[in-house]
């Protein structure tokens, strides 16, 4: 059974903090995807990283996608309480092509 | 476009009790899913169906039936509830299973009392 850990899985902070958040497996993904979800409502993806090594930037978001495939990171720099939320990391099964999702981080950020 | 939509919102049902989830998509996407998200659990698969007429269990079926009858609906059935299928259920869709991108509905809680 493919599993991916995500951490922490909760997160508080001040407006203006960078913060970092993890996504691990000791399974490989085809691809990797990253959702944020707000109360009452459904995912969004963010991002979808595809190649080992490869880095995304969503304006103050920065995505990574670990060299085996296996981990991923999310990284907000001078975090906005806009930025609160549930922060979902989800991996493509490359058996299946279904996605397994983390249990899911919860973010907030204090004005 | 309303992209997906999911009624009800919220809904309260006794044990024994029967209902179904309804999901409408306008997107034509061929890929549809349903999710149950528990607290700390992130999103398990419960269903999914590649196009109509064609539906298969994920990793949570037990409880829940579905049917795909037309591109845009997804109905997930759940015949006798129990405590344990109270959740957030989100239908989601995707245009392809090589990327599998997937756009959400806004949820139905479900309570089971």
């Known amino acids: 059974t493919q599993l991916l850990e995500q951490s922490p899985q909760f997160l508080s902070i001040q407006e203006g903090e960078n913060l970092t958040v993890y996504c691990n497996s000791s399974s490989v993904f085809s691809s990797l995807q990253w959702y944020r979800q707000e109360p009452g409502e459904g995912p969004v993806l963010l991002v979808t990283v595809v190649t080992g090594g490869e880095v995304k930037k969503l304006k103050r978001l920065t995505f990574q996608f670990g060299d085996a495939r296996k981990d991923s990171s999310l990284h907000i720099t001078a975090a906005q309480p806009g930025d609160t939320g549930l922060y979902l990391c989800a991996g493509r099964s490359s058996n299946t092509g279904k996605l397994i999702f983390g249990q899911g981080t919860t973010l907030q950020v204090k004005p | 476009n309303a992209g997906v939509t999911q009624t009800p919102k919220f809904r309260i049902l006794k044990i024994g009790q029967s209902m179904t989830l309804q999901c409408t998509q306008d997107m034509n996407h061929n890929y549809m899913y349903w999710y149950r998200q528990d607290p700390g659990m992130g999103l398990k698969l419960i269903y999914y169906?590649?196009?109509?007429?064609?539906?298969d269990k994920g990793e949570v079926p037990n409880g829940y039936n579905v049917s795909r009858s037309t591109t845009e609906d997804f109905p997930l059935r759940l015949e006798l509830a129990a405590p344990s299928q109270t959740s957030v259920y989100f239908c989601a869709t995707s245009q392809d299973r090589v990327r599998n991108e997937q756009f959400f509905g806004p949820g139905t809680r479900l309570t089971v009392l």
């Open positions: 169906s590649v196009g109509a007429g064609i539906t």
